[in-house]
């Protein structure tokens, strides 16, 4: 069925089209004149301004005291003091245990696994991205003969861009004709050691570099530093606030000003041409005037909420690194049990996709398929897996409430018992087996404590049975 419009006319006899409300912010306005804009693709963008940005990053992790306390609450909540594997063989637990929690993993010979992790995680922050290089050791050299060697994104060898009949380089990364990564261009040194000459770049295969970095944009192929939005912002805070300081050690600084009508009262000085203002002020200091010299300090507008002024600049800081404002600044003055726990829960998000999307992926996943090559070069031939990743605790804001929360969730079935104690940062099966000896322990001594399940009638406080002959030997 067809639908009747009616139209109007112009003058002309056309008609006119009716005007149509659009996008405020693509509007071309005088507001918006000093908007500049581009269309850049991802990593056209980020090659040109890649390495400003690490410096710029860089220098104000090394100097700034929101940029470091920032860094440092990321990597410490993302890995704290480790992820730990599970695996299903205690066998093999055993064999992953003894080379990823000893320094046996490590190309330098410094850390654990575990340290590594944080290493790890604190690059991708501060520089954006972070290279790891698997190093095959002979198989006399251990019993998992792998070395994990941590390698900054400036081993990168970013002039490295050409067209290949089968595929293309792309800032020190080669890809075949479908995109997919087929290598690295790697210096064979820091090129930030300048006392380290002759560098020139080699290729490694990609199933040998693992990089690691986070993804803001389909097809991007480098990583940036976290917190690019508001490098200006600390930098510019750390400008004001040096100026504070200077500001209030110059009001400290009492000092007296001493006119003196005679100009050849001044020693060595006959008129005041000659005469050399002090150029630094300080605390008792006596300065003579020529006749005719004034003193002038120039009083500069001060910002009427200074605290607020400050306070607001951290709280955009705080929220561009994802992490809570009282986290960045330790400032606990206005939390309370509900802010803490809101707050946190929308940091545990971003931890949990930064643990789970990111470092699982790209660095967890990959690290077991070498170690399991390494085992089968060692002459351990175990079926392959993937273990069980377990997150280190998170500190409880309030155990009166929080414990029972939890016991009531597992009761209820919405989470298994394993659940709840991964939560925690436990290995389950760890936690079992600990249980059962302790409890095996105290079934020989006949203790029964009101903890214990098996025995619900004990009640609030430990019952001591009759304690074991030492002379005889338990009844087998």
């Known amino acids: 069925m067809a639908v009747a419009t009616s139209l109007i006319l112009g003058a002309d006899g056309r008609p006119l089209i009716p005007a149509r409300r659009g996008y405020d912010g693509a509007a071309r306005s005088r507001r918006t004149s000093n908007w500049r804009t581009s269309s850049t693709g991802p990593n056209l963008e980020i090659a040109g301004a890649l390495v400003t940005l690490r410096d710029r990053h860089r220098d104000l992790a090394r100097n700034n005291p929101w940029a470091r306390r920032a860094i440092q609450s990321i990597v410490t909540n993302w890995v704290g003091s480790g992820l730990r594997a599970q695996w299903s063989s205690a066998r093999r637990q055993a064999r992953w245990s003894a080379w990823w929690e000893s320094t046996a993993c490590d190309a330098d010979g410094r850390l654990d696994g575990y340290g590594l992790q944080a290493l790890i995680t604190r690059a991708v922050v501060e520089s954006g991205e972070v290279l790891v290089r698997r190093r095959p050791r002979r198989a006399e050299a ?38 997919r990564r087929v290598g690295y261009w790697l210096f064979n040194s820091h090129p930030g050691e300048s006392y380290r000459a002759g560098r020139t770049s080699s290729f490694y295969a990609a199933s040998d570099i693992l990089h690691i970095f986070r993804g803001d944009r389909p097809g991007q192929v480098r990583g940036v530093p976290w917190g ?55 605390p008792g200091a006596v300065e003579d005037l020529p006749p005719g010299w004034d003193i002038e300090f120039a009083s500069p507008p ?43 829960q929308e940091f545990s998000r971003n931890i949990e996709t930064w643990r789970w999307q990111l470092l699982a992926p790209q660095f967890l996943v990959p690290l077991v398929a070498w170690y399991l090559d390494a085992e089968a070069i060692g002459g351990f031939n175990g079926r392959p897996e993937q273990p069980l990743w377990t997150a280190p605790a998170r500190q409880v804001v309030d155990p009166a409430r929080e414990i029972p929360a939890l016991r009531e969730a597992v009761r209820s079935g919405f989470m298994s018992l394993p659940q709840a104690i991964r939560a925690q940062g436990f290995d389950p099966l760890v936690l079992a087996t600990e249980h059962a000896a302790y409890l095996a322990e105290l079934d020989k001594l006949g203790i029964a404590f009101d903890s214990d399940a098996r025995h619900p009638e004990t009640g609030p406080s430990a019952v001591a049975a009759t304690p074991p002959n030492d002379q005889e030997d338990p009844a087998p």
């Open 228 to 282: 690019t939005g508001s490098i200006n912002r600390l930098r510019m805070l750390d400008d004001y606030q040096d100026a504070q300081l200077e500001r209030q050690r110059l009001a400290a600084c009492y000092m007296g000003f001493r006119r003196i009508p005679d100009p050849s009262l001044i020693d060595g000085q006959d008129s005041r041409d000659d005469y050399v203002l002090l150029d630094k002020l300080e």
């Open 302 to 344: 001060q910002p009427e909420d200074d605290e607020s002024f400050t306070k607001g600049i951290l709280r955009a800081v705080a929220s561009d690194y994802g992490i809570p404002y009282d986290t960045l600044t330790g400032d606990l003055s206005a939390v309370n049990f509900s802010s803490a726990r809101m707050g946190f």
């Open 142 to 179: 251990g019993p998992i003969p792998l070395h994990i060697q941590i390698l900054e994104c400036d081993f990168l060898d970013s002039s490295r861009r050409a067209e290949l009949a089968d595929g293309y380089i792309d800032q020190g990364i080669q890809f075949d004709a479908l995109g």
